[in-house]
Antibody
């Protein structure tokens, strides 16, 4: 069974870049059976899809975040990553990595944007 | 973007009684490949979301059979045949037919 685990700083300053990594175990990140994604949830609010990446390297981003988001894969480490630039307090949220079909999720990591 | 609208916002239910949640999409969720990529997720308090149902009515691995999904086109329903204490949480519908993927606002299921 696939397991996903997010890692990265829990505190980011305004205007800086948020960087998170998702480590996948129990399966290969290069498998064509899956694609990979990031989803976030502001405190007390609902879910927002950030973007997805396919094994081919193709990426799809939420238009509301597209200018600030980059998702990439590191097959050598069985990881995929999220970078969100120019963050503000509105980007404070629990960030989840998941398979693109949302059948497997990480536990989530809270990222707070504050000086 | 496809807008997903869930009702009700909150559903107080007596243990052992059924519960039903509706989800409506702003446009048809039928994909060009013929599938309808409508899923239901459960989020228990303090936990990440968990996939319950995919492609309208398919239960994911390990999901109890008291959960069922139905619908077509733009109207979908999640039913819990007999609510148990462990079913408390927020339920979300999600469409993956078209990017950007979008979620409903959530329905909170609580015990009366």
């Amino acid at each position: 069974q696939l397991q996903l685990q997010e890692s990265g700083p829990g505190l980011v300053k305004p205007s800086e870049t948020l960087s998170l990594t998702c480590t996948v175990s129990g399966g290969s990140i290069s498998s064509s059976s899956y694609y990979w994604g990031w989803i976030r949830q502001p405190p007390g609010k609902g879910l927002e899809w950030i973007g997805s990446i396919y094994y081919s390297g193709s990426t799809y981003y939420n238009p509301s975040l597209k200018s600030r988001v980059t998702i990439s894969v590191d097959t050598s480490k069985n990881q995929f990553s999220l970078k969100l630039s120019s963050v503000t307090a509105a980007d404070t949220a629990v960030y989840y990595c998941a398979t693109g079909a949302t059948d497997y999720w990480g536990q989530g990591t809270l990222v707070t944007v504050s000086s | 973007d496809i807008v997903m609208t869930q009702t009700p916002l909150s559903s107080p239910v007596t243990l052992g009684q059924p519960a039903s949640i509706s989800c409506r999409s702003s446009q048809s969720l039928v994909h060009s490949d013929g599938n309808t990529y409508l899923s239901w997720l459960q989020q228990r308090p303090g936990q990440p979301p968990r996939l319950l149902i995919y492609k309208i009515s398919n239960r994911f691995s390990g999901v109890p059979d008291r959960f069922s999904g139905s619908g077509a086109g733009t109207d979908f329903t999640l039913k819990i045949s007999r609510v148990e204490a462990e079913d408390v949480g927020v339920y979300y519908c999600m469409q993956a037919t078209q990017f950007p993927l979008t979620f409903g606002g959530g329905t909170k299921v609580e015990i009366k």
